[in-house]
C-alpha cells in the first residue's frame, strides 16, 4: 500500500465515477483502476463495486474511508514536522547555564526565542563550565553559556557578558555602608567561594586578587551554586567576590560593594560545537547575537554589567 494509493482511492470514493475521479487526478483511468486493484489486494477486501453504470463504496469501502483520510493527515503533518525540525523551525534544543546567567540576561533571550519560534522545546541544564564544557564536547548540550576564557578548539562562541566582580557583604557588616571597599580590608575575613571543582578559573582568579592585594583569602565556605554564596553572606557568615549581576539577587541581608580601583572581570561565552550542524541552534546563536546588539547600548556604560558580541566568533 503506497500513499498515492490512498490518495486515489479518496477521490474516487468522492465522485464514485472512474472518469471524472481520473480528471480530478490529471491521469487516464486505467492507471486509475489499476492502483485501485493493488490497493484491495493490498487490503484484501473489495473497496467498490462497480459494472459499465455504477460505482458503489462496499461495507469495506465505506469503513476504509475515514482511516485513509486519517493516514494521509498524518503524513502530511510527518512531513510538516520533519521540514520545520530541517529548518531549525520545530524539535528541541538543550541549553546549559550557571546561576548567574538568570541574572545576565538569559531570561530575556530565552522569552523573545520562544516568542519567534514556539514550536521550539527549550530545556535548560544548570550546571557547571566545566560540566557544560564536557556535555558539549559529548554532544548532549546544543549550547552551553560558560564562564571561562579557556575555550577547546572544537568549541565556536560568543562573548556574552564581561562584568567585574563586587564585595558581598552581610548588611550589618561594619564596611556594608561604604560607596566602595579596597579589598586588603577584607583580610582576616571569612570568604565564601565557588568550589575549584565547579569553577576554577573564578577560584585562581579569587587567589590572585587577594594574592595581589597583599593576603592569602581564608576560604571557609566551597559552595556549588552562586546563589548559595550569596545566601551565606546575607546570613553573616562570611564575605564573597562574586560577579555584579548578582545584585538582582536581592537576597534580604546581603550589600554589594564595587571593588576600588582596577575591576576584575567576569566573563561568560555562549558556545556551541563548531562541527555539529543544527538549523535550530543557528536560530538560536543568532537571537542570542540579536540580543546583544539591541541591549548593548542600554547597558555598556550604564552598570556593572557590559554585553558584547565576539568578534571572533564562529559559525553557527
Sequence with gaps: MEFRHLRYFLVLAEELHFGRAARRLSMSQPPLSLNIQQLEASVGARLFTRNSKLVQLTAAGQAFVPAARALLDQAAQAANLARDVG??????????????MLYSGLPRILEQFQSRHPQLRLLLRELSSSEQLTELAQERLDVGFVHTPRV????????????????????????????????PLLQGEPFAVVSRQVSPDYHERILTLCSQAGFYPEIRYELRHWLSVVSLVSQGMGVALVPAALRQSALAGASFLPLSGAAALYETRCLWKTTRASAARGLFVEA????????????AGSGPEILAADAAAGPA
Excluded at 87 to 100: E, H, R, V
Excluded at 157 to 163: M, N, R, W, Y
Excluded at 288 to 299: D, E, K, T
Design 152 to 183: 577547546p578548539p572544537e568549541l565556536s562562541g560568543i562573548l556574552v557578558a564581561s562584568q567585574p566582580l563586587w564585595c558581598c557583604l552581610p548588611r550589618a557588616h561594619a564596611l556594608a555602608n561604604r560607596q566602595a571597599i579596597a579589598l
Design 288 to 299: 542570542v547575537r540579536a540580543s546583544l546588539l539591541s541591549a548593548g547600548a542600554a547597558v
Design 87 to 100: 529548518d531549525g523551525m520545530a524539535g528541541s534544543l538543550t541549553i546549559g547555564f550557571s546561576g548567574t
